[in-house]
């Protein structure tokens, strides 16, 4: 079992920049492919974006290509999301996700998913 903890949420101004985190505990994090996702208020989740195990193979929703980038660090356990040229229609929750199964393909489906952060709100001001 992992545990997920985001971080680096916030407040910020259209055009802004911000850098989420997302730490894992335990000893395998580079046995679980991940992925993020946001929620704003009334809507329905939806996928940002996702990496394989090694950090060879990512996946963005359009929605975000070419603003927002996945990467992570297997030796430090932890995920990020560097999300650039901010827009209000990103404000939303952002949450972290882990995944186990071998039958993760490009990660863009929640339910592909084992674990979850609390997540981290990210709000961006007009």
Request: glycine fraction near 10%; include cysteine.
């Amino acid at each position: 079992q992992v545990q997920l903890v985001e971080s680096g949420g916030g407040l910020v101004q259209a055009g802004g920049s911000l850098r989420l985190s997302c730490a894992a505990s335990g000893r395998t994090f580079s046995s679980y492919a991940m992925g993020w996702f946001r929620q704003a208020p009334g809507k329905e989740r939806e996928f940002v974006a996702s990496i394989s195990r090694s950090g060879i193979t990512t996946n963005h929703a359009d929605s975000v290509k070419g603003r927002f980038t996945i990467s992570r660090d297997n030796a430090k356990n932890t995920m990020y999301l560097q999300m650039n040229s901010l827009k209000p229609e990103d404000t939303a929750v952002y949450s972290c996700a882990a995944s186990r199964r071998s039958t993760w393909y490009r990660g863009t489906q929640a339910n592909e998913y084992d674990y979850w952060g609390q997540g981290t709100q990210v709000t961006v001001s007009s």
